[in-house]
T-cell receptor, first 114, second 115 residues
């Protein structure tokens, strides 16, 4: 079965550094997402992306964050000047669009900011 | 805002049925989902139900939706040790911006299956 893949599975960075989290959504999907889960908290929506632009974003997704689809397969989340509170599991997801009710998630990238 | 609540823990004996409950607040929810997360793994879509349905069955899984009470449940028949995981309930709000699926998740229920 097709799946959403994320790399790396773990990322450790120093506070203030920039990180890029990478995702390869399912190939025929049109909508892409980033969610995050801080340890012990709920999974939270960050941003949705369609047709090469952000379609929705939460209040968490401030100017520190950006997303990009640099080519036909990758979808990236960039976090500029990371903060300690950015430490979390970041999940990428995708769905077909239209009546694409099935939202598929990747295995996540555990980001640790030291 | 939207909120989804679940009990945190559930323990059952192998072979028994498990029932995981969830309540939500957004009456405009269109789809409701159950995801499974095993240790170190991502969120695996188990099943989902459209808000105009009352029940959906998929092999050992039965989803019941009481829209009036905004209550969703997941029943796992003949629970096995491999079913031990965290189960997340999530709702998708009314469609906005086309078909973007912004999900609101519950805290997850840790299901422990005892031999």
């Amino acid at each position: 079965e097709p799946e959403v893949t994320q790399t790396p599975s773990h990322q450790v960075t120093q506070m203030g550094q920039e990180v890029i989290l990478r995702c390869v959504p399912i190939s025929n999907h049109l909508y892409f997402y980033w969610y995050r889960q801080i340890l012990g908290q709920k999974v939270e929506f960050l941003v949705s992306f369609y047709n090469n632009e952000i379609s929705e974003k939460s209040e968490i997704f401030d100017d520190q964050f950006s997303v990009e689809r640099p080519d036909g397969s990758n979808f990236t989340l960039k976090i500029r000047s990371t903060k300690l509170e950015d430490s979390a599991m970041y999940f990428c997801a995708s769905n077909e669009g239209g009546f694409g009710e099935k939202l598929f998630f990747g295995s996540g990238t555990q980001l640790s900011v030291l | 805002g939207e909120d989804v609540e679940q009990s945190l823990f559930l323990s059952v004996r192998e072979g028994d049925s498990s029932v995981i409950n969830c309540t939500y607040t957004d009456s405009s929810s269109t789809y409701l989902y159950w995801y499974k997360q095993e240790p170190g793994a991502g969120l695996q879509l188990l099943t989902y139900i459209f808000s105009n349905m009352d029940m959906k069955q998929d092999q050992r899984l039965t989803v019941l939706l009481n829209k009036k009470d905004k209550h969703l449940s997941l029943r796992i028949a003949d629970t096995q040790t491999g079913d031990s995981a965290i189960y997340f309930c999530a709702e998708s709000m009314g469609i906005s911006s086309g078909s973007a699926r912004q999900l609101t998740f519950g805290s997850g229920t840790q299901l422990t299956v005892l031999p």
